[in-house]
């Protein structure tokens, strides 16, 4: 499972953060790749406006813009890869490697260790 998260620098840019379900966002990791600084959580209004989805069901497509998006390194170990589909209550099942391709995400390592 990915999960998805909004972020928002200091100057307004949003940056979306794609990992493993199991595992924690290091925000310092996401700041380097970025090159920004101080980095937060976007809000539910903030995540509807920009990504068009509600907090907690946000899908790496179909997106209303298109931010910075960034895939933690370990997400290129798997061959297939569940995503929101936009209901808490529905998941997509993708090729890992066609999705890859389709958002042309930055890969990097952003998961604490």
Same mark, same amino acid.
């Given at each position: 499972?990915?999960?998805? !998260?909004?972020?928002?620098?200091?100057?307004?840019?949003?940056?979306?953060?794609?990992?493993?379900?199991?595992? @924690?966002?290091?925000?310092?990791?996401?700041?380097?790749?970025?090159?920004?600084?101080?980095?937060?959580?976007?809000?539910?209004? @903030? +995540?509807?406006?920009?990504?068009?989805?509600?907090?907690?069901? $946000?899908?790496? $497509?179909?997106?209303? @813009?298109?931010?910075?998006?960034?895939?933690?390194?370990?997400? @290129?170990?798997?061959?297939?890869? &569940? +995503?929101?589909?936009?209901?808490?209550?529905?998941?997509?099942?993708? &090729?890992?490697?066609?999705?890859?391709?389709? +958002?042309?995400? !930055?890969?990097? &390592?952003? +998961?604490?260790?």
């Amino acid at each position: 499972m990915i999960k998805c !998260m909004l972020l928002r620098d200091k100057k307004g840019v949003y940056i979306l953060a794609c990992l493993p379900g199991d595992q @924690q966002l290091d925000l310092k990791k996401v700041q380097g790749v970025a090159e920004c600084k101080r980095l937060s959580f976007a809000s539910p209004e @903030q +995540i509807e406006e920009v990504l068009g989805y509600r907090k907690g069901a $946000i899908a790496p $497509i179909s997106l209303k @813009q298109q931010p910075l998006t960034i895939f933690d390194k370990k997400l @290129q170990e798997k061959f297939k890869v &569940n +995503i929101s589909s936009g209901d808490h209550r529905a998941g997509l099942e993708l &090729n890992r490697k066609e999705l890859i391709e389709l +958002i042309k995400p !930055m890969i990097a &390592n952003i +998961i604490k260790e």
